[in-house]
């Protein structure tokens, strides 16, 4: 959360300064303390181990190094808006002294909070004290301009001016001034800054693990019910077409083989039939197996796989590809059925009269941008055969962006990340 014109509890004006000084100076002044104070009996228990004694000390000395961070996650959260996940691993509660040392130290989290101690003494004090230095620090400087410099002894400094002289000490109020004013703009932030620092070295990677653990389970969900779609249609494709054709060649050469002798003729004109049947069902055949994976697309790539598409398409279409080699198969056919579905949906819906189809590799992904000129409108949504582009993409880690105004023109770009050969 950036604070720019509100504190962190919606506090806004002198108000929101005054509270920022104050809150910032209170993490100062109890900040610094506690953590040198748990950083060293840390840093005792844990060279105590080797004797036995950190062995009893350590899960408690932690335990209270924890208490304190959650403290500070807590006014992170109320003070700051910024929200710190604790990620802790969790302790058989009848664990032994043993147990419970090396499981807290086994922890990463346990390193992550010594390491903000470290930073929280340093850095973070400076920047919780720096938004009431930058608040209380002008009042002195009125007060020299006030006349204070008079009882203040030659050789005074004010930040870099020297007060020796009403003139010197009105310099000084104008220095408080400028002071006050950056305090006005950077006094919120700076206390925002410490939370920030403080999330950075404290925060875990747990929420964005959870959240890539929750896209793949989705995705594998995704994957699993496509592959059984695309089964049961293969099984559909078989039996109500090219099974059914050679079903009726094998009857129609049972027929033949009976009337061979009978009727030349009739088995003549029934040798023709099955000829063509059987030249239906090897087209069906190899149709079903393009469906599957192409044959071009294994041979040659998925530049000239991409190409092929584009030839058998009624619109015009210019292709580009600039691949310095091939991705993994499973990438290239993820990336060719993409392409072949928003080609499909450009020829069906769009109304367009040209189509451009540029296909690149670089910095670690597969880019592929079909743009066409037609009347726009395309959205990803239920229904939409983008849609099921979008879910065979997650399987891979990639993502589908559509750019399509109303009046076109339509862009859709398919980015996977791959490694190529």
């Given amino acids: 959360m950036t604070i720019d014109t509100k504190s962190g509890d919606g506090r806004t004006g002198g108000r929101g300064i005054a509270l920022a000084a104050v809150r910032g100076l209170a993490l ?9 104070l748990c950083f060293s009996l840390a840093l005792l228990s844990l060279a105590l181990i080797p004797i036995g004694v950190g062995i009893v000390t350590t899960p408690y000395v932690l335990a209270g190094v924890r208490t ?13 808006g910024v929200r710190i996940p ?24 346990t390193w992550r909070d010594l390491k903000w101690l470290v930073v929280d003494m340093t850095a973070g004090f400076v920047t919780a004290l720096l938004p009431a230095v930058l608040l209380l620090y002008p009042l002195e400087g009125f007060a020299l301009a006030l006349g204070l410099w008079r009882v203040m002894g030659d050789g005074y400094w004010y930040g870099f001016v020297p007060v020796d002289d009403q003139t010197s000490a009105l310099g000084a109020g104008v220095l408080a001034l400028v002071l006050l004013f950056f305090a006005h703009f950077f006094a919120r932030r700076l206390l925002d800054v410490h939370f920030r620092l403080t999330r950075a070295v404290l925060g875990s990677n747990q929420a964005e693990l959870a959240e890539r653990v ?20 293969i099984e559909r494709d078989l039996h109500d077409g090219a099974q059914a054709r050679l079903v009726a060649v094998g009857m129609d050469l049972g027929t033949i083989e009976a009337l061979l002798d009978k009727d030349p ?32 697309l294994a041979e040659r790539g998925l530049g000239d796989a991409v190409r092929a598409l584009a030839l058998r398409l009624p619109v015009a279409t210019e292709v580009n590809v600039e691949l310095p080699g091939r991705a993994d198969a499973p990438v290239e056919s993820a990336a060719y059925f993409a392409v072949s579905e928003v080609l499909t949906n450009a020829v069906k819906h769009s109304g367009a009269d040209r189509i451009w189809v540029d296909v690149h590799h670089a910095d670690g992904h597969l880019r592929v941008t079909v743009t066409d000129n037609g009347r726009g409108g395309a959205v990803v949504g239920a229904g939409s055969g983008l849609t099921g582009v979008e879910r065979r993409l997650g399987t891979f880690d990639g993502v589908l962006a559509v750019s399509s105004p109303a009046g076109g023109p339509t862009m859709v770009t398919v980015e996977i990340p791959c490694a190529s050969s």
């Fill in 28 to 36: 100062a002044l109890v900040g610094l303390p506690g953590s040198v």
């Fill in 68 to 80: 304190y961070a959650n403290r500070r996650r807590v006014l992170a959260a109320e003070w700051g």
């Fill in 86 to 109: 604790s990620a802790y691993r969790p302790l058989p509660r009848d664990a032994d002294p043993w147990t419970r040392t090396f499981g807290m130290l086994r922890d990463p989290a």
């Fill in 214 to 233: 929750r896209v793949l389970t989705e995705t594998r969900r995704d994957a699993v019910d496509t592959s059984a779609a695309e089964l049961r249609r």
């Fill in 265 to 296: 003729a009739k088995a003549k004109e029934l040798i023709a039939r099955t000829r063509r049947s059987s030249v239906e069902a090897l087209s069906e055949l190899r149709e079903l197996v393009r469906g599957i994976h192409p044959p071009v």
